[in-house]
């Protein structure tokens, strides 16, 4: 299996911050990433596929990048409502493997 | 708009069986291959189990495969998740759901409101 690793585990930032964060493949997986945020008892909701796609309805502040087996999500300009554990997923491969989650604060 | 609604979560002992039902409304069901991924309490999420839109092929994870089995009834609008001989270690929500297109799952689009299971004796 493909392993997704995510860094930091957790942060903490300001409304009005730029924060990035990171996942790291195992191997390769060209632009098969995805990324999901998840509020406290809510369902996960994409926010970035094939590594730098907007997901219609989502907020411009949020991009993705990378390929390979590097990846980023960057929001900028942090709002409250940023405040969520984000998880990067591979799709070139099954089993479809998630990170292990970085948890958002906005203090 | 499109809808998952899950139903058939629980509270089983070790060994036995559930099945979780989930009705998609709001979209072209058969159109769709879902998926079912669940989150143990307090942890990540974990792929489940994928089928595609017509049923023909279907994708389990190692930890579950051979006491979980997906279906789907497309003139039903409805995916469905048998969990048997069920263990601790599966306790967690369930969700289902959609992928983008019929016959595999580059990212999940929609998902569900999630089910619990919790096994436990």
């Known amino acids: 299996d493909i392993q997704m690793t995510q860094s930091p585990s957790s942060l903490s930032a300001s409304v009005g911050d730029r924060v990035t964060l990171t996942c790291r493949a195992s191997?390769?997986?060209?632009?098969?990433l995805n990324w999901y945020q998840q509020t406290p008892g809510k369902a996960p909701k994409v926010l970035i596929y094939?590594?730098?796609s907007l997901q219609s309805g989502a907020p411009s502040r949020f991009s993705g990048s990378g390929s390979g087996t590097d990846f980023t999500l960057t929001i900028t300009r942090l709002q409250p409502e940023d405040s969520a554990t984000y998880y990067c997923?591979?799709?070139?491969?099954?089993?479809?493997?998630f990170g292990q989650g970085t948890r958002l604060e906005i203090k | 708009e499109v809808q998952l609604l899950e139903s058939g979560g629980g509270f089983v002992q070790p060994g036995e069986s559930l099945r979780l039902s989930c009705a998609g409304s709001?979209?072209?069901?058969?159109?769709?291959?879902m998926a079912w991924v669940r989150q143990a309490p307090g942890k990540g999420l974990e792929w489940v189990s994928g089928?595609?839109?017509?049923?023909?092929?279907?994708l389990y994870a190692d930890s579950v495969k051979g006491r979980f089995s997906i279906a789907r009834d497309n003139s039903k609008n409805t995916l469905y998740l048998q969990l048997n001989t069920l263990r601790a270690d599966d306790t967690a929500v369930y969700y289902c759901?959609?992928?983008?297109?019929?016959?595999?799952?580059?990212?999940?689009?929609?998902w569900g409101q999630g089910t619990l299971v919790s096994v436990s004796s």
């Open positions: 089928i595609t839109g017509d049923g023909g092929s279907t």
């Open positions: 709001g979209f072209t069901f058969s159109n769709f291959a």
């Open positions: 759901a959609r992928a983008p297109g019929s016959s595999g799952w580059p990212w999940i689009d929609s």
């Open positions: 191997q390769n997986i060209g632009h098969y």
């Open positions: 997923q591979q799709s070139i491969t099954t089993p479809l493997t």
């Open positions: 094939s590594a730098s």
